[in-house]
C-alpha cells in the first residue's frame, strides 16, 4: 500500500466544482490584487479566529514580519522564541533587524517552556513569539503573565494553528497578533503563497495594510517604505470556500490522531504526541518520537509510508543562524525531539484502512 505524507489532490477533487467557479470569476473581475473576494476573506477569518481584524498577506513569513514591525520590534531588539521550528519564524525576527533570542522547549508537547522565558529576558528583550507547533497552542496564559510582568509584547506564530484552541480561545486570538500560513500543506491552504494577520488591535491592522502595500495609505503617496506583501483575489476566492470545510478537517485530522493513539500507543519503544489538558490540536502533524527514528522512517518507506522530520535540525544548529553563538547542547530538549522525531502521514483525507496499515507496519518493526 502506497499512503502519502500529505494528500492534496484528494482535497482538490472534493472542492473542484466549487473552486473552479470562483477562481474564474475572480479573474473574469479583473479585480486580482485586494479586492471583494479579499476584504471578504478577511472578515470571515477574523470571525473564524474570534479576532476582530485580519490583513491578509503575501505569506505566513510576511505575516510575522509585519506583525512584528507594526508593533514596533526592531533594530536593538530582542524576540523570545523557540529553535524547534521552521527558519521564518527566526527570519521574520532578523529581517525586521531584531535578534532572535531561543529558549527551549517541555519534553511532552515540543512547545516553548514558559519557565525558561525569564531567564532569556534581558533589557533589550521587546517580544515574545510563541510558536504554537504541529497545531498545539503553547501555554498562553504563562506567557502573557510573564509579558505583563516585564512589559513584553506576544506575538503568536499561529502558522501551523488554523482553528486550535487554547482553553476554549482560538489560535491567534490571544496576543496583539497571531500569524497564519496559508502555504498549500498546512491546514488551510492556499493554492500558492499566502497569509494573514489576525488581531483585536484597529491601530495595528491600519499599520499592517500599509507595510504590506508599499507603505502608502492613498495610491502614490507613501508615508513610510513597506512591501509588495498583499494577498491575491484568486487565493482569496479559494480560501473562502476551504475556510467553510476547515472545522470538518480539523475534526478529521483530530479523529485520526485519536485512531493513532489507540493504534501506537501500546507499541515498545514509541511514544505518541502529548496534548496539554489546555489543548485542542488540531493536528496540523502527528509527531511521534523513537530511538530508532531512522531505521523506522527507513522501514515505512520500504513498505510504502512516506513520513516527514518537523524539523531534523533546531534553529540554533543551522549554518544560517551561526553568528548567534549557540552551541550544540544548548537546548537539550529540542535537541533530543529533533533527533527521535518522525511525522506521520496526516490529512483529512486519511483512511482508516491506510491509519491501521500505519500502525501495524510501526508495529511489526518494533517488535520485529
Ligand atoms: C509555514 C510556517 C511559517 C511560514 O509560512 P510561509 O507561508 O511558508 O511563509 C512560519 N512559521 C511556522 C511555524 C510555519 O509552520
Same mark, same amino acid.
Given at each position: 500500500m502506497n499512503i502519502p505524507f500529505l494528500d492534496l489532490k484528494a482535497q482538490y477533487q472534493q472542492i473542484e466544482n466549487e473552486v473552479v467557479p470562483a477562481i474564474k470569476e475572480a479573474m473574469a473581475n479583473g479585480a486580482f490584487i485586494g479586492g471583494p473576494q479579499v476584504t471578504g476573506f478577511e472578515e470571515e477569518f477574523a470571525a473564524f479566529c474570534d479576532s476582530a481584524f485580519c490583513v491578509g498577506v503575501g505569506s505566513g513569513t510576511d505575516a510575522l514580519r509585519f506583525a512584528l514591525m507594526a508593533a514596533g520590534v526592531g533594530p536593538g531588539h530582542e524576540v523570545i522564541t523557540v529553535p524547534n521550528t521552521f527558519i521564518a519564524t527566526g527570519e521574520a525576527v532578523s529581517q525586521v533587524g531584531a535578534r532572535p533570542i531561543f529558549v527551549d522547549i517541555k519534553e511532552d508537547t515540543c512547545n516553548i517552556d514558559p519557565e525558561k522565558i525569564a531567564a532569556a529576558i534581558t533589557p533589550k528583550t521587546r517580544a515574545i513569539l510563541p510558536v504554537h507547533l504541529y497545531g498545539q497552542t503553547a501555554d498562553m496564559d504563562a506567557i502573557l503573565q510573564i509579558a505583563r510582568k516585564h512589559n513584553l509584547l506576544v506575538i503568536e506564530d499561529a502558522c501551523q494553528a488554523h482553528g486550535a484552541l487554547y482553553k476554549g480561545k482560538k489560535a491567534g =486570538?490571544? =496576543?496583539i497578533a497571531g500569524c497564519f500560513s496559508f502555504y498549500p500543506g498546512k491546514n488551510l491552504g492556499a493554492f500558492g503563497e499566502a497569509g494573514a494577520v489576525v488581531t483585536q488591535d484597529e491601530e495595528l491592522a491600519k499599520k499592517m495594510r500599509i507595510i504590506r502595500d508599499h507603505?502608502?495609505? $492613498? $495610491? @502614490? @503617496?507613501?508615508m513610510m517604505e513597506g512591501y509588495n506583501g498583499r494577498l491575491d483575489a484568486i487565493q482569496a476566492a479559494v480560501l473562502r470556500i476551504k475556510l467553510k470545510k476547515l472545522p470538518a478537517w480539523n475534526a478529521a485530522r483530530q479523529k485520526h490522531a485519536k485512531h493513532y493513539n489507540e493504534l501506537l500507543s501500546s507499541i515498545p519503544g514509541i511514544t505518541i504526541p502529548t496534548q496539554a489538558e489546555f489543548a485542542q490540536s488540531v493536528y496540523h502533524l502527528y509527531v511521534i518520537h523513537t530511538d530508532k527514528r531512522d531505521a523506522l522512517q527507513q522501514y515505512l518507506s520500504e513498505k510504502g509510508i512516506a513520513t516527514g522530520l518537523h524539523? /531534523?535540525? /533546531?534553529l540554533h544548529l543551522q549554518a544560517a543562524y551561526k553568528d548567534l553563538g549557540y552551541k550544540k547542547g544548548a537546548f537539550p530538549k529540542t535537541e533530543n525531539s529533533a533527533a527521535k522525531l518522525l511525522s506521520l502521514p496526516m490529512f483529512a483525507e486519511l483512511t482508516n484502512t491506510q491509519i491501521e496499515y500505519i500502525a501495524k507496519t510501526i508495529k511489526e518493526f518494533m517488535t520485529q
Amino acid at each position: 500500500m502506497n499512503i502519502p505524507f500529505l494528500d492534496l489532490k484528494a482535497q482538490y477533487q472534493q472542492i473542484e466544482n466549487e473552486v473552479v467557479p470562483a477562481i474564474k470569476e475572480a479573474m473574469a473581475n479583473g479585480a486580482f490584487i485586494g479586492g471583494p473576494q479579499v476584504t471578504g476573506f478577511e472578515e470571515e477569518f477574523a470571525a473564524f479566529c474570534d479576532s476582530a481584524f485580519c490583513v491578509g498577506v503575501g505569506s505566513g513569513t510576511d505575516a510575522l514580519r509585519f506583525a512584528l514591525m507594526a508593533a514596533g520590534v526592531g533594530p536593538g531588539h530582542e524576540v523570545i522564541t523557540v529553535p524547534n521550528t521552521f527558519i521564518a519564524t527566526g527570519e521574520a525576527v532578523s529581517q525586521v533587524g531584531a535578534r532572535p533570542i531561543f529558549v527551549d522547549i517541555k519534553e511532552d508537547t515540543c512547545n516553548i517552556d514558559p519557565e525558561k522565558i525569564a531567564a532569556a529576558i534581558t533589557p533589550k528583550t521587546r517580544a515574545i513569539l510563541p510558536v504554537h507547533l504541529y497545531g498545539q497552542t503553547a501555554d498562553m496564559d504563562a506567557i502573557l503573565q510573564i509579558a505583563r510582568k516585564h512589559n513584553l509584547l506576544v506575538i503568536e506564530d499561529a502558522c501551523q494553528a488554523h482553528g486550535a484552541l487554547y482553553k476554549g480561545k482560538k489560535a491567534g =486570538s490571544m =496576543s496583539i497578533a497571531g500569524c497564519f500560513s496559508f502555504y498549500p500543506g498546512k491546514n488551510l491552504g492556499a493554492f500558492g503563497e499566502a497569509g494573514a494577520v489576525v488581531t483585536q488591535d484597529e491601530e495595528l491592522a491600519k499599520k499592517m495594510r500599509i507595510i504590506r502595500d508599499h507603505g502608502q495609505e $492613498k $495610491k @502614490y @503617496y507613501h508615508m513610510m517604505e513597506g512591501y509588495n506583501g498583499r494577498l491575491d483575489a484568486i487565493q482569496a476566492a479559494v480560501l473562502r470556500i476551504k475556510l467553510k470545510k476547515l472545522p470538518a478537517w480539523n475534526a478529521a485530522r483530530q479523529k485520526h490522531a485519536k485512531h493513532y493513539n489507540e493504534l501506537l500507543s501500546s507499541i515498545p519503544g514509541i511514544t505518541i504526541p502529548t496534548q496539554a489538558e489546555f489543548a485542542q490540536s488540531v493536528y496540523h502533524l502527528y509527531v511521534i518520537h523513537t530511538d530508532k527514528r531512522d531505521a523506522l522512517q527507513q522501514y515505512l518507506s520500504e513498505k510504502g509510508i512516506a513520513t516527514g522530520l518537523h524539523y /531534523p535540525l /533546531p534553529l540554533h544548529l543551522q549554518a544560517a543562524y551561526k553568528d548567534l553563538g549557540y552551541k550544540k547542547g544548548a537546548f537539550p530538549k529540542t535537541e533530543n525531539s529533533a533527533a527521535k522525531l518522525l511525522s506521520l502521514p496526516m490529512f483529512a483525507e486519511l483512511t482508516n484502512t491506510q491509519i491501521e496499515y500505519i500502525a501495524k507496519t510501526i508495529k511489526e518493526f518494533m517488535t520485529q
